[in-house]
């Protein structure tokens, strides 16, 4: 059974930081791309940022570029999102979700093949 769990998430004030982790099993870690969106309240969910977990390829939404840090413990089957310098505006839930490597569109969730439940990040101003 395909599982991406998605944890780490909190209250926090803005400035602040916190991690959040995606655990993955069920399926060839290293043959997919992990992706982080985010979906705040009213908003339509967005792709935040992604790794190649065969290349280690990463890139980022403009949003959050110099803020954020992603990573991966293959090993673990782990893949963090290392969140720094946070914003009120940066309050929303973070999904991880996985896709196959190839053709694919890391920033299309359409492209996604497996979703995690979500993990709620709210940064108090």
């Known amino acids: 059974e395909v599982q991406l769990q998605a944890s780490g998430g909190g209250l926090v004030q803005a400035g602040g930081s916190l991690r959040l982790s995606c655990q993955a099993s069920?399926?060839?870690?290293?043959?997919?791309?992990i992706g982080w969106f985010r979906q705040a309240p009213g908003k339509e969910r967005e792709g935040v940022s992604y790794?190649?977990?065969?290349?280690?390829?990463?890139d980022y939404a403009d949003s959050v570029k110099g803020r954020f840090t992603i990573s991966s413990d293959n090993a673990k089957n782990t893949v963090y999102l290392q969140m720094s310098s946070l914003k009120p505006e940066d309050t929303a839930v973070y999904y991880c979700?996985?896709?196959?490597?190839?053709?694919?569109?890391?920033?299309?969730?359409?492209?996604?093949?497996?979703w995690g439940k979500g993990t709620q990040v709210t940064v108090s101003s």
């Open positions: 979700a996985a896709a196959v490597e190839g053709d694919y569109n890391p920033w299309n969730e359409g492209d996604m093949d497996y």
């Open positions: 790794i190649s977990l065969s290349d280690g390829d990463t």
């Open positions: 069920g399926f060839a870690f290293d043959d997919y791309a």
